[in-house]
C-alpha cells in the first residue's frame, strides 16, 4: 500500500521542439480515487500527428 503521505509523481514525455508543435492532445492519466490508486505515479499520454 502507498502511504498518505506521498503525493502523486507526474510522468513526463520529451520531445523535441518539432515534433511537440505536432502535440494534438495530452493528459495525466489519475485514478479517480486514493484508494484506487495502483501507483505513485501519473503516467502521461500524448497524441501526436505524425
Known amino acids: 500500500m502507498i502511504p498518505r503521505s506521498i503525493d502523486w509523481r507526474i510522468d513526463y514525455q520529451v520531445a523535441t521542439e518539432g515534433i511537440a508543435a505536432r502535440a494534438l492532445e495530452a493528459k495525466v492519466e489519475r485514478a479517480p480515487s ?4 495502483w501507483s505513485d505515479h501519473a503516467p502521461v499520454t500524448v497524441a501526436y500527428d505524425l
Open 34 to 37: 486514493y484508494d484506487k490508486r
